[in-house]
């Protein structure tokens, strides 16, 4: 079975009776979910797919629309336009002779009723669509496919909170609620909250106390771009993306290990910190390959290393179906390609025309003969092995060897019914999806694969996805929810926009700015939409709970890669070496082909040598499966799927890591040496020598562990608090024995590491 549909069936989403589909008559595709389709699909699914789905009880199954029409044993249960004449209708209602669901002594809900009744009138939801199209007019005017629009900002209302034109968007909506924005917050608050946002590490107590002496207007605008210009940038927002293409140093299911897969790791943080424009972003990750030789060998390497993007996925390397093992990485490929960069699910119509956008079978495998005439594998072997191959020397320096496919011979493939390559139907010439590209459906070269020409058509501003799907993630990233929440997923069953015009308004500035990423992080963190307290309001609480309009910042918790590096950062180990690989793979794993470079990391376990890095959390190797605890501990990105939002649980093993994990108890011990004893050696402790002590006291040093750990200084009561917890440890380990240097130490040790349990250290506010 493919690997796709194993997970499918784990997971029960395979299962028939999970989903509701309306489609068109036999070989139609299905009408987008409106919000009355999918209103009135909840309520078949709610009330009468238990019986009338896969049981198909009295010979009727209300899954398809097809189905629908042809009814059961009593005849059709819908009569499109006449829902009172409607058996299913009148069965719900109480109407006739029928009365649903069975043993129910009422109707269903008014409200319902009334959404059924809609339905069923509703033309758009029947009508097939015109002889000259494959699509109905609602499928080609659903929000996503269209054209992005330089949409203007409304006028603010006599309100002066509104600076920029960010605001305006965010301000008119919330006077459509009743709502008003909250107070800006204060500027310790705001440091903390944009280094983590752009740099994944915590402010130094030099840099929160320069910036609060900073008193110019423009000091908020001189830190973020002081925090755009830093290395460290570059690895944050590294991270978020290396979520989305499912890096990892693995390749699951057996642990094959990709030796050269840091490669795309160090090429994606160098592309964000160089600030690379996102469209030759997109085009250098799906076909640098094959863009025309440059005498530039820096980037004639980039474009050699980008690809490894088509790489990086799960592979059942073992498995002896080798035309199977292919369809499944070509499935892969087109899985994270149109989630990565569209966010659409067009895997999901590899077996059947996708039920809910209109994405048909023949789409897909035009596509997926793009990636077919691709080589991602280099034999095919009892265990197969990837292409892994030198392709320049660079001067002064290394047989640079990539993890990067190939081009294959090219082919069109014909479509899998049911996704079965022994059952073949129509040939489907390679191309892209019609939704989109249907008035300038590009040919595709008989010589070439079409990866050029599909990355320059995902890549182009006239797609109206690949903006809008960029800056959402990037709003996302600072705001915690994007403006579409679901950022995987543009599609029928994803979340609509919140501020479509803001959306768009800010898809167009992306183009206009080069595709500027940097750009786009400073138009948004200069606003005051960004700098806004998080503190509650009731009322707009009860309002607007989840702040999706917006009126207060949101509070989110440290990543489990933040969590890390800053327990690193703060104790003063973290190494910052950037790029390059600590992954000990030659040594300590199971050799299974050492000729051919197959090596497997399936006994690596979660004690594995090369976690025990004080690098930043980025170069910790991935090993599919087997991740680090205190990944596992705090929802690191599952990297065997695209991951646009990361899970954000919250769990009594998450308290217990930061109390018992050796990690944090040994992060806690070297930031209290560093308090007690390196406080004149370190840089980061500076802010000390302008206070003149050459000997500070306790009290300083507690000033300065709060300001590390928490962004602020003790108060009153707390440093009163601290003094004496220390004075009460050092004294009973001193009676235990414990010489007054080991007490002393003991006790900070204990006092850092309760800090680091504190809520306020591990949330942003």
Known sequence: MPIALRLLAITGLATPTLSFALFLPPGSQSPPASDLDRSARAIL????????????????????????????????????????????????????ALKMPPGSKAPLPATDLKVLRDWINSADVWRPPPSNSIFTEAQRSFWAFQPVQNTTPPEAKGNTWAKTPLDRFILAKL??????????????????????????????????????????????????????????YGERWGRQWLDVVRYADTSGIDNMIYRYGYRYRDYVVRAFNEDKP?????????????????????????????????????????????EQLLLDIVDEQIDATSRAFLALTVSCARCHNHKFDPIPTRDYYSLAGIFRSTDTLADLQLTSMWWEYPVLQIPGGDTLTVMAPREGKPADLR???????????????????????????????????????????IASPENPLTARVMVNRIWQG???????????????????????????????????????????????????????????????????PDN???????????????????LLAISGELDRKMGGTIFDWEDRNELVDKDRGLFSASKAGTNFESYKTLRRS????????????????????????????????????????????????????????????????????????????ATPSDEHRLRLAHLQVLGRPPTPEELAQAMAFLDEYSKRLRKAGRSEAESRLAAWQSYCQSLFCLNEFLYVN
């Open 45 to 96: 699914n709610r009330a009468c797919v238990s019986c009338h789905g896969e049981a198909k009880i009295s010979g009727l199954d209300l899954r398809q629309l097809d189905t629908v029409l042809k009814g059961g044993q009593k005849g059709p249960a819908v009569i499109p336009g006449n829902a009172e004449a409607s058996l299913l209708y009148q069965a719900a209602s109480h109407k006739g």
């Open 175 to 232: 006077e459509q609620k009743g709502l008003s924005p909250a107070p800006a917050a204060d500027k310790r608050t705001l440091i903390r909250r944009a280094t983590f946002d752009l740099t994944g590490l915590p402010p130094t107590a030099e840099e929160i106390d320069e910036f609060l002496a900073d008193d110019s207007p423009a000091a908020f605008a001189h830190l973020v771009d002081r925090l755009l210009k830093s290395p460290q």
């Open 278 to 322: 996102y469209d030759q972003f997109i085009i250098e990750q799906l076909a640098g390959d094959l863009l025309p030789a440059t005498k530039d060998l820096n980037l004639a390497a980039e474009r050699m290393i980008a690809p490894g993007f088509l790489m990086l996925g799960p592979k059942g390397t073992a498995e002896q179906d080798k």
């Open 415 to 457: 479509v899998h019914i049911r996704g079965n390559y022994h059952n073949l139907g129509e040939e489907a010439p390679r191309g892209f999806l019609r939704i989109i590209s249907s008035s300038s459906r590009a040919k595709i070269d008989a010589s070439q694969s079409g990866r050029l020409q599909l990355a320059q058509w």
């Open 478 to 544: 600072h705001f915690g929810r994007g403006l579409v929440a679901t950022s995987d997923n543009f599609g029928a069953l994803g979340d609509r926009p919140s501020h479509p015009e803001l959306l768009n308004w800010l898809a167009s500035q992306f183009v206009e700015s080069g595709w500027s990423v940097k750009a786009m992080h400073r138009l948004i963190m200069l606003s005051n939409t960004y700098q806004m307290q998080s503190s509650p309001n009731e009322r707009a609480k009860s309002v607007d």
């Open 548 to 566: 999706v309009f917006l009126w207060h910042a949101n509070r989110r918790r440290l990543d489990a890669g933040e969590l890390r590096d800053a």
């Open 618 to 693: 980025i170069y910790v190797p991935v090993v599919r499966n087997q991740l680090p605890e205190i990944f596992t501990a705090f929802d690191f990105a599952d990297p065997n799927v695209v991951t646009s939002v990361r899970n954000d649980t919250t769990t009594a093993v998450q308290s217990l890591f930061l109390i018992n994990s050796p990690f944090v108890r040994d992060r806690g011990f070297h930031f209290a040496r560093q308090l007690l004893e390196g406080i004149s050696q370190s840089p980061q402790f500076k802010s000390l020598y302008r206070l003149g002590l």
